[in-house]
């Protein structure tokens, strides 16, 4: 008898669930500090996962 299948993953398969990061423009200020932009994934909106239903027509099974 065969087993349930297990539920497809959530984490999103644009960034691999690192939703955010921070990206630096290359120039420094007065202090020293690096200028840094945070960027979130458009896919997922900066939460790392995805909703069950993409999840599953991403990954489901033919």
């Known amino acids: 008898m065969t087993?349930?299948?297990p539920?497809?993953?959530r984490i999103c398969p644009d960034c691999d669930g690192f939703?955010?990061?921070?990206?630096?423009s290359g120039g420094r200020?007065?202090?020293?500090h690096l200028h840094t932009i945070?960027?979130?994934c458009q896919t997922c909106r900066g939460?790392?996962?995805?909703s069950a239903r993409v999840a599953q027509l991403?990954?489901?099974r033919a």
């Open 3 to 5: 087993d349930r299948a």
């Open 7 to 9: 539920a497809p993953a």
């Open 29 to 32: 200020d007065a202090r020293g």
């Open 47 to 50: 939460t790392g996962t995805v």
């Open 58 to 60: 991403a990954g489901g």
């Open 19 to 24: 939703a955010s990061a921070a990206v630096t």
């Open 38 to 40: 945070s960027v979130d």
